[in-house]
């Protein structure tokens, strides 16, 4: 074990500080971030989940284009395409929702070929009194190239537009709209 570090004994990992929310595995980085967001669970459900397409680029700053690419609502085996933009790099990306629990959770999985392309977020939703806490966990593949060797800064980067992606903008989109009222579902799609 290097000097300074802390020993993570569930993980068995002695590079894992003990409550970090990032991790390194083999290339693979996870990143987790939470937020209240102060409105009911079936509201930020409806906005995040039933409402990914039309309103992931009013908190995701990074991604220009969303576009849904199967027939049907919102759920899961829908698929997507998505254009993000970072600095002067765009990325293109299809992706698959997995594990579509209403007001509960639901998984983004990329649908690129190669393991170096991989990248999942699990969204997760649970009911706070009259607010939300809203959990993504994030995990990213840095096995090659320049994020291989620059995976710290990486990691860095990637850990600071999540937290302000859900920590800001997020909480910001949802809490600035009109609250729902108890007889009109569905309003903040």
């Not at 993980?11 to 500080?17: I, M």
């Not at 929310?21 to 996870?30: A, F, H, L």
């Not at 007001?103 to 999942?120: A, G, M, P, Q, W």
């Amino acid at each position: 074990m290097r000097h300074g570090a802390q020993y993570c004994a569930p993980c068995d990992n002695p590079r894992r500080k003990v409550g970090a929310t990032t991790t390194r595995e083999y290339g693979m980085v996870k990143i987790s971030q939470s937020v209240t967001v102060a409105r009911p669970v079936e509201e930020v459900f409806r906005f995040v989940g039933d409402g990914f397409f039309e309103h992931g680029t009013k908190w995701n700053r990074s991604t220009v284009q969303l576009k849904k690419t199967s027939p049907g609502a919102v759920g899961n085996g829908a698929t997507g395409f998505e254009v993000r933009r970072n600095k002067d790099k765009t990325v293109e990306r299809h992706f698959a929702i997995r594990d579509w629990e209403r007001n509960k959770r639901f998984r983004i999985v990329s649908l690129e070929s190669t393991s170096t392309d991989h990248y999942e977020a699990t969204y997760h939703f649970e009911s706070m009194g009259s607010g939300t806490r809203v959990r993504v966990d994030l995990e990213l593949s840095m096995e090659t190239g320049i994020l291989k060797i620059m995976q710290p800064i990486a990691e860095r980067a990637a850990r600071k537009e999540l937290e302000n992606e859900i920590g800001t903008l997020l909480k910001r989109a949802i809490e600035s709209r009109a609250p729902e009222s108890a007889g009109k579902p569905g309003s903040l799609v």
